[in-house]
């Protein structure tokens, strides 16, 4: 068991399943855990601002065991710090056809088997043996094996255990995963899913832990998720419409037609702090709010090192005394603690009324976070170049006379002049760079030249607080976003050639741009021809010396497009 002290306080963050068979809780003081003689307590380091611990170590712990499912999954879905959904069907498509020994599916157990976990496995080998290599219970046993050399190497290689959930789905899968731990799996065949239904709460289905679950226990008077089954699908609809009528129709009898995405990193970063004893003085919040936003800073600034992502909008969540849940969301354009604090106070002062340093509600939890991430802003992209980039020019340097390949070079020319300095590159020089890039799938160097200047795309760099804004680039930080990446390819829709993931958005600019030029030049063509051309007939085109017709339809840019509009 951890837990977090706060000079003499603490409460548990963190209990082990050995510690909770003694009877130990998650939050519990630790004045109440000092009562368990057995108990080992270990006391966890706390972050640079000294207001709650730092779980550093357990984020690390998960990124070791989260790479290892990663590399023998076919579709990898991380779902949070400690939880992710692998797709191994195109591995068990491998072995079918492979005999089935039981000494492959030690700690196996069979979702709906009565029995020690040895008499389980010796009735399902026996029934398996029986059965055609294109069953459903073959082709699951497969994956139980599979799974199960999965946990071998994640505890040889990082003294890790882990549990498993081997199903046809999402919501069974991450039901049998809870059945057995810890250290063990648990399979569940189609025919067994309604016997696992009679013994577990509504509630612990997935999507069901929280107000829709509770919601359907009032309304349907329900608690088991086997009782779901009684309604039928008309009766579910009438209730919450056709979609929502109909998917919890299909829930209730073990139907999830939600695929698993491809996704190794999380939807959102929060931190969070709760409250056991509640606070309502904006003093008290002030503090906790300025420690979160400064471990949030710290973890997105992360985001931007490691993943390459920035975050586009704030979230936060309290709960509260009276109010209950309260959630809402703003768009996020920094994400320094000075900022991220004062978006969390504002959103909070909207919520809860202050009188003489008191709010109206107490408030005994405290999250906010930052999703919906996007990729960095990057070299030569639409984004970029379409706005006014500021260029300082260095100090105590000769200009060069020759265009340079580094940033610089890409959206400034390198004149003599302070006017040629200013001028932003032309459009249309853009897009034939691009053209000599198409069908590459390197990410271009970093800047080597000696010139040291800063370019901001929105807002110049706060030199003096040194915050850490997705919207300011500084040399350091344009010099880490142009680093070369290893990353993984896939197909560009439109002329089918191999792009990294990365690169793929700046590569689909590209095409839109060439086809609203080709558009541009027909449109043209079109209208110079009705102009010029008799409406009794096509004046046809000579050899030789130009016409005037010929000389009429020019070819123009897209840079000549919007210097005319």
Known sequence: KQWYQRRVRGSAIAVSYEARALGIKRGMRKKDVEQFPNAKCVVMPHNQNHTKADLTIFRKASTEVMSILAQHATIFERASIDEAYIDITANVKRMIGLPINKTKLQKTYIAGMQ???????????????????????????????????????????????????????KIVAKLAAGT?????????????????????????????????????????????????????????????????????????????????????????TACAKNFPQGINLVGDLEKWVSGLAYELEERLAFELEDNRRIPTQFSLHMRLKVGGSSST?????RFDQEHLASCAMKNIMRKLKLSDGVFSDTIFMLSIGGNKFVPAPEKDNIFTMLRKMEIKKPKNEEPK??????????????????????KPQKLSGFFEKMKSEVGTSSLSSPPTTPTKPTISVLESVDKENNRLSWNSLSEEDTNIMLAPVEGIKTKCPVCSKPILEIKLAEHLDFHTALTLQREIETQLRQEAVSKTESPKRKLPFKRGRPSKLQKTIKTRDISSFFKKS
């Open 115 to 169: 029995g020690s976990q040895s008499d389980q496995m010796e009735e399902w080998c026996a029934h398996i043996t029986s059965s055609p290599h294109h069953s459903y219970d073959y082709r699951l046993t497969l994956a139980a094996v599979y799974i199960n050399m999965i946990r071998a190497q994640i505890l040889a290689d990082t003294q890790f255990t882990c549990s498993a959930g081997i199903g046809a789905n």
């Open 180 to 268: 057995h731990k810890p250290d063990a799996q648990t399979l569940i065949p189609p025919d067994k899913i309604a016997a696992l239904y009679q013994t577990i709460s509504l509630t612990k289905i997935r999507n069901f832990g929280g107000k829709l679950g509770r919601t359907l226990q009032e309304d349907l008077s329900i608690e088991f998720a086997s009782e779901l089954v009684k309604f039928s699908q008309a009766d579910l609809i009438s209730r919450y419409g056709d979609k929502t009528g109909s998917w919890i129709y299909n829930i209730a009898r073990g139907v999830d037609n939600e695929p698993v995405k491809q996704r190794s990193l999380v939807k959102q």
């Open 329 to 333: 969301v703003m768009p996020l354009v």
């Open 401 to 422: 006379s020759e265009p340079s390949d580094s940033l610089e070079g890409a959206s400034t020319s390198s004149s003599t002049s302070d006017k040629t300095l200013s």
